[in-house]
């Protein structure tokens, strides 16, 4: 059973509180954890904000810490992540309006609650009051008594007996029922069918990996310390594939606060990142192998996993990133590894071709990493991906033109998107007539990666966010 449906099981039949006691004779109950989710709903929604970033600052502003942290972290992500089906349950539950008319901090103040009612144990009377006090709060009494009517109504069924109220039927539309009940918008999921190649049982667990919260993972830095070593000072596990890599249940507590990560020992870091950035450096080369170039190094992580495994092989690193900003991170990252930093465009970045190494981390849309995204899936629109896979193209062009002869280029993106992946490596390599080598060979006892020769890693199957990992060989000579 997925561990989600475990994690929230149906919630049984209840009876109804006596009604509240609304007005301005009695100040709203405001609970901080509740607030600070609020808030960071709608720092996105308002400022196009990241929950990840919001919401850890807003905690450390207002010293909420433990089991508050823990419920704020919860109704946070959760709520961004079911969005969808939650505007679906909110709207059928709307009696003299449209969704759409509905006013967005109200509609924040809705999207809480009935997360908490249909996906979280807290008890009705505790969801629906203290999200009326919220909204009160925030948009005054008089919308006291619409917040509780919807909210009721929500609270009558619960999930599953609402998705099977407003879900396509799964055998006329699998993909439309799919999306629904994983609260993912339905190009999402039709991607996610395309790249599989499957309309049944596997997209519905790629899709429900992607609905739930992952573990943390860790990057030990090699040279520095040993998965192992990492793993017994944090409790978490040795990972399964990476061989730097450390897994730790969702809701562990901040990473930042971890001994070795202060120290620069290890990093958070995806073990799908980490298995592809190894990737890089297994593919074998004649001749030289001193230059690696990472050109689209921001915000720094596979950088400095290069980095260290250069300081062991003798190698240097390159690391191009366009934004300033972004460019300080990766310094931040790469600190005491041979590693130099370019803040330049990486299709025009001025450097001396003869690379032996190229990584292509290429800018995408991030449909691979949305469980760890949560508001990505409905901010990201399918127009994006032309714009996406040109720009991916031309860097691909770049790194082929800045490798030597014999040299390889990895393209990496975070995202299962045919378009992004074996659509455009396909056919830039064609055109410049490249070798696409098999890059299964470069994941060593990873299971299930299909015939080739590219690598897609999915959450359902590996744990790990949908990564995508192709591999190019410069031809020796232009003809």
């Not at 004779?25 to 609970?31: E, G, K, L």
């Not at 809701?251 to 980490?274: F, H, M, N, R, W």
């Not at 080598?437 to 897609?456: C, I, K, S, T, W």
């Not at 359902?460 to 190019?472: K, N, P």
Request: aromatic share 4%; proline share 8%.
């Amino acid at each position: 059973m997925n561990e989600r449906r475990e994690r929230r099981p149906s919630r049984p039949e209840r009876g109804r509180p006596g009604p509240r006691k609304e007005g301005p004779s009695r100040p709203p109950q405001i609970d901080p954890a509740r607030q600070v989710a609020f808030d960071v709903l709608r720092a996105v929604r308002e400022d196009d904000a990241y929950a990840n970033l919001v919401l850890p600052q807003l905690l450390r502003n207002r010293r909420i810490s433990g089991r508050d942290a823990a419920l704020a972290t919860e109704l946070t992500y959760g709520t961004c992540r079911a969005v969808g089906m939650l505007d679906a349950v909110i709207e059928a539950c709307l009696v003299d309006r449209p969704l759409a008319k509905v006013d967005a901090v109200v509609l924040d103040g809705l999207r809480l609650g009935a997360y908490q009612l249909l996906r979280t144990r807290i008890p009705e009377h505790a969801a629906v009051g203290s999200t009326v006090d919220l909204v009160r709060a925030e948009v005054g009494s008089w919308i006291a008594g619409f917040v509780n009517a919807v909210l009721r109504s929500v609270s009558e069924k619960d999930e599953e007996t609402w998705l099977n109220e407003l879900a396509p039927d799964e055998a006329v539309d699998p993909i439309g029922a799919y999306a629904l009940r994983t609260a993912h918008p339905r190009w999402v999921a039709r991607s996610f069918a395309e790249a599989l190649g499957d309309k049944g049982p596997e997209l519905k667990a790629a899709l429900e990996a992607d609905d739930d919260r992952p573990d943390v993972h860790l990057v030990a830095r090699p040279g520095e310390i040993s998965a192992d070593e990492l793993a017994a000072i944090t409790g978490g596990d040795e990972a399964p594939y990476s061989p730097y890599g450390v897994r730790m249940p969702a809701g562990s507590g901040d990473p930042g606060d971890i001994e070795p990560i202060k120290e620069k020992l290890a990093a958070v870091q995806d073990e799908g990142s980490q298995l592809c950035a190894v990737a890089v450096t297994k593919v074998p080369l004649t001749g030289s192998d001193e230059r690696w170039l990472d050109l689209c190094a921001g915000p720094g992580g596979k950088a400095a996993l290069l980095g260290a495994l250069a300081a062991i092989s003798g190698a240097t690193v390159d690391a191009v990133e366009k934004a300033p900003h972004r460019a300080k991170l990766i310094e931040n990252a790469v600190q005491g590894l041979p590693v130099t930093i370019h803040v330049a465009d990486g299709r025009e970045t001025g450097l001396e071709p003869g690379y032996d190494r190229v990584l292509v981390d290429a800018p995408c849309s991030g449909l691979g990493s949305l469980r760890r995204r949560p508001e990505a899936r409905w901010r990201r629109q399918p127009s994006d991906i032309s714009d996406l896979t040109k720009l991916q193209g031309q860097l691909i062009v770049a790194a082929l033109d800045l490798v030597r002869p014999g040299g390889i280029v990895t393209y990496v993106v975070c995202s299962p998107h045919l378009a992004e992946t074996e659509g455009v490596v396909g056919e830039t390599a064609r055109r410049a007539g490249a070798e696409i080598v098999d890059a299964r060979e470069f994941f060593p006892g990873v299971p299930q990666l299909g015939d080739g020769p590219y690598v897609q890693l999915w959450p359902h199957r590996h744990g790990t966010d949908a990564m995508f990992c192709a591999v190019l060989r410069k031809p020796d000579s232009a003809g």
